[in-house]
């Protein structure tokens, strides 16, 4: 949920751009990490890894827990990676493969 | 008690009533009670204080006032990173107190306001009636209300739900 | 090769104190993060600092950010190098990196690493649900980008970090279920502990958290008390109701560039677990390099600016800015650390050095 109002600061938010997420178009801000956008949007689940859902975690590009395919690019740390139109986020399982897309 | 606080968060009532002003003192208008216990490396309380009423010894010593020299302007509740200092006013009569304490919550009260008084535990003590409303940029966020509330929750009244 | 006088890898508090102090003794700095902008984790403490006027008390770390910057900004002699992943320091302080999608490097002659801190893990059952998060990532979601990270949350542990960021979550209008802390007592300053206590979140002491509950997220957790060593006490099991998990059980240094260098590293439980050794002026054993802030040294952010400033000045001197004015500036920042430290809070800051020096 976006925070409308609060007592000490002002939020500055880039223009409302769409992009998907396992199909499903969504709203986000651009520049905001992709990360953020899925929260607001209510989507906690970003990865599968060893079987088990992983999430957003540091926020620092530091843990590894958010990496997602991001454009056909998998292993990008939606934490901190910039939200652009049109991106095409898909929950990633597994490692990601250097040929491209996620390992199945 | 420092027991009680190290564990619980909340000031016993005994290390309270130990800070307050003589009876003089308190009998003659507003002043402030610096409810910082531990010591920590911290003085803005005394480098914002116009009157010169804060002194500290050290940075990491606890604040004294000099209720000789304090007016309870509430010029460092606003200032005080830990929102620690609170103005005490029990000359209005009628069996009430003002209770002047920093507020960065929303929403903000309005004057003639009638809110929970709520105690250090969060819970609520009482009804509080809001008479001074001050915020701005010079507060920086910290807004700085006075509520007036029942004088019996000198010690218990510390913050509101509004 | 592009060669300067002083590298700060890292742009928070530490690092842009060091670049400013070095910088204005007249010596050309770099200052590279990895970020998009500096600032590191101060672009989100919306609270107001501790400390003397001196190190800016009582102004909102989001405030300091903002003159930082723009000190940094307006100085002619640092370079700032954002989106810039320092990738390895080799022999003769050759710095490699990657700028963006570039490759780069350059050689310094003195570098001051100021790369901060990562939040540590606690270990319980199902701790890497989504809506376990650490409490820097809760504080960056809410006061950078303004999003609450859940409705309910229960904070593990009341150090600092864990009431300031409660009290925060209460201004994003989030509920606090309670503050579990495993020690006997309130680890934070309990003015911070007082605040969240009146505005009606619980602080359970000698209690933790032994699972998380939910298959695709956290629905809930399971808390459990704790004995005096330590360990869960059984039959004491109880449930809430939570959707997020927020850890604050303290942070470990980055200093993994440090070790590239070659610097004496030491396990200093005091000061967050490996850190370079290092004297008084913050110079490592590697020759040149410099560390400041929570790289070194788990401290608050004040403490890390006024590192900062010794370490850019320490840098300074050593490429020949050693005038006496430089010195005494030093000298005057070294006293002011130690008048910081001095106090009740700070004794296990100088437990944690006093046994660097001693293991030597």
Redesign the interface.
Known sequence: ???EK????E?E?GKTVQFTFEGQTLEGYEG??IA?AL??NGV???RE?HG????????????S?CLMEVNGVPNVRV??E?LKSGMVVKLQKGSGSLMGGAET | MSGT???????SREMFEKLLPSAQRRAKGPYVVM??????????CS??CAFHAVKME????CPGVDYDACTGCGSCVS??????CFVINETVGDGKIDITIPY???PVPQKGDIVDA??????VVGKAEIVRVLSGPKM?H?NVITMRVDASLLYDA??IRV | MKFTDVVVIGGGPAGMSAALAAAETGVRVTIMD???ELGGQLIKQ????????RER??T?G??IVDILRKQIMENPRIEVKVNTDVLGIYSDRVISYEEGDRYGHMTAEKIIISTGA??KMLQFENN???????A??VQ????V?????G?KVLMIGAGNIGLIVTYQL????VNVVAIVEAA???GG???????????????Y?KTTVKAALG???VTGAVLCDMDDRFQLVPGTEREVEVDTICLSVGLAP?SELISHTGAKMHYIPQLGGFVPERNENLETTAPGVYVAGDVSCIEEA?AAMIEGSIAGLSAAIATGMNRPDVLKKRDEWIEQLN????????QKIRDGLALMAKEG
């Open positions: 949920m976006r925070i609060h007592p000490v600061l939020y938010h905001e990490p953020a929260h607001a906690r689940e970003l890894h088990r859902p992983r999430g957003f975690f540091c926020a620092i590009g530091n843990c827990s934490c901190v910039p | 606080l190290d564990s619980t968060g909340i000031a409810e910082c216990y531990e010591e920590i490396p911290c003085n803005p480098t914002s050290a940075l990491n010593k200032r005080c990173p830990g929102l620690a960065e919550m929303l709520l105690g250090r535990d969060g819970f920086d910290t510390r913050s | 990895r970020w998009s919306t609270h107001r600092f501790f400390g003397s006027e008390a009582g909102r989001i405030e990562a939040e890497d649900l989504p809506g376990v998060y650490g820097g990532a960056t979601l809410m006061n980008y303004g999003i609450q990270p409705q209460l201004q994003a209008g006997p007592r309130i300053y309990k003015v911070h502990a007082s605040k969240v206590r009146r505005m009606g979140v619980p602080i002491t298959d695709t997220h980055l004040t008048i910081l430290r001095s106090g009740k809070t700070g």
